[in-house]
């Protein structure tokens, strides 16, 4: 079992220090618990379980910023498209 910090919000490209997330203050935060095998799909299911999210919403993007690039960087974050990338 491993446990990922998640939040809900936005990313933006500022010019002049790269790429910023905002979080949308309302949905905020969460702490998800995932096996060490879970799919794309688990991990969908359990973002839209915990922010209260409807399972319509097509709008769902799950990205990252790895851990070397933060504060430092101007490369986009990751977008997880596949089991493979959880």
Same mark, same amino acid.
């Given at each position: 079992? #491993?446990?990922?910090? +998640?939040? =809900? %919000?936005?990313?933006?490209?500022?010019?002049?220090? %790269?790429?910023? @997330?905002?979080?949308?203050?309302?949905?905020?935060?969460?702490?998800? +618990? !995932?096996?060490? *095998?879970?799919?794309? &799909? &688990?991990?969908? *299911? $359990?973002? #839209? &379980?915990? @922010?209260? @999210?409807? &399972?319509?919403? +097509?709008?769902?993007?799950? $990205?990252? !910023?790895? /851990? %070397? !690039?933060? $504060?430092?960087?101007? =490369?986009?974050?990751? #977008? /997880?498209? $596949?089991?493979?990338?959880?």
């Amino acid at each position: 079992m #491993i446990h990922v910090y +998640a939040s =809900c %919000g936005v990313w933006e490209l500022v010019v002049s220090s %790269g790429w910023s @997330f905002n979080v949308d203050k309302k949905k905020g935060g969460r702490l998800l +618990a !995932l096996e060490l *095998k879970s799919s794309l &799909e &688990e991990l969908q *299911k $359990n973002v #839209i &379980e915990d @922010f209260g @999210f409807e &399972e319509t919403d +097509a709008d769902l993007d799950l $990205n990252y !910023l790895p /851990i %070397g !690039l933060i $504060n430092s960087s101007k =490369c986009p974050p990751v #977008i /997880i498209r $596949n089991s493979r990338q959880v």
